[in-house]
């Protein structure tokens, strides 16, 4: 059977999906994504099922998304996915989130790189798989993620402890664990009383059960920088950058 370039899934947001106001979080959302391209990619033959037989792992770097309106508790979206493009070891696939009679409520864009298991390298995608055939010249409206220029001066606001409900099946930090940390180092009335229009994340680096993480933040009006390092060597593991409405 032919599949279609473009493909479509539909969630209807429960309690874990919302935050306070009852609105969709920028996690759940990175989740969504993330739960659908692997579905998508194991329907056409370069997912799990495929990449474990060759020792490969997908991996998410990069993440930008722009937010219109947020989805509530009880409210059903309809999300869209495509390939866009392949360059050699990355790919950036892309969505379109919609509310039950059309709207759009977000524009995204993720890249992923295909990594050897054991050696952690990047791998040549067309090596292994024939994506290119699946791809549309079509884009989400809103920026390819690059990486985020931090400004200088991060002020250190905490540390966290990588625990075992932090790690994914492939035994490091699930990658929504560091945003859900960053978000979490604010205040209580800021987050009950503001919304993201728009965010960058960068996942540059892996870290394991037990280590120690170092959160910085910088404030630059509405747009909000933060890093996370591992405190065993100073790599920086995660960038993200906020745009507050």
């Given at each position: 059977m032919q599949l279609s370039t473009f493909e479509f899934t539909e969630y209807l947001l429960d309690s874990n999906d919302v935050d306070t106001n009852a609105r969709l979080t920028i996690v759940a959302f990175c989740n969504f994504m993330q739960n659908f391209a692997g579905k998508d990619a194991e329907r056409?033959?370069?997912?799990?099922?495929f990449m474990h037989q060759y020792g490969l792992v997908w991996v998410l770097t990069k993440i930008?998304?722009?937010?219109?309106?947020?989805?509530?508790?009880g409210d059903k979206i309809r999300l869209e996915t495509w390939v866009r493009g392949i360059n050699r070891i990355v790919t950036d696939r892309h969505f379109i989130a919609y509310d039950k009679n059309g709207n759009k409520l977000a524009d995204?864009?993720?890249e992923w790189a295909l990594l050897d298991v054991k050696s952690r390298r990047p791998q040549l995608i067309e090596?292994?798989?024939?994506?290119r055939e699946y791809t549309a010249d079509k884009s989400a409206d809103v920026e390819m993620p690059k990486k985020i220029n931090l400004p200088q001066n991060m002020t250190v606001i905490g540390q966290r402890k990588v625990v075992y409900s932090d790690i994914d099946l492939n035994q490091h930090v699930s990658n929504i664990k560091?945003?859900?940390w960053y978000l979490d180092t604010y205040d209580?009335?800021?987050?009950?009383?503001?919304?993201?229009?728009?965010?960058?994340?960068?996942?540059?680096?892996?870290?394991?059960?037990?280590?120690?993480?170092?959160?910085?933040?910088?404030?630059?009006?509405k747009n909000h920088y933060g890093a996370i390092t591992r405190e065993s060597d100073a790599k920086e593991?995660?960038?993200?950058?906020?745009?507050?409405?």
């Open positions: 056409r033959g370069f997912g799990i099922t930008g998304a722009r937010i219109y309106e947020y989805p509530c508790f995204a864009i993720t090596k292994y798989f024939h994506i560091y945003p859900e209580f009335n800021f987050l009950h009383n503001n919304t993201v229009e728009e965010f960058e994340l960068n996942f540059l680096y892996e870290s394991k059960f037990g280590q120690i993480m170092t959160i910085k933040k910088k404030e630059n009006g593991v995660f960038r993200i950058k906020l745009k507050w409405q």
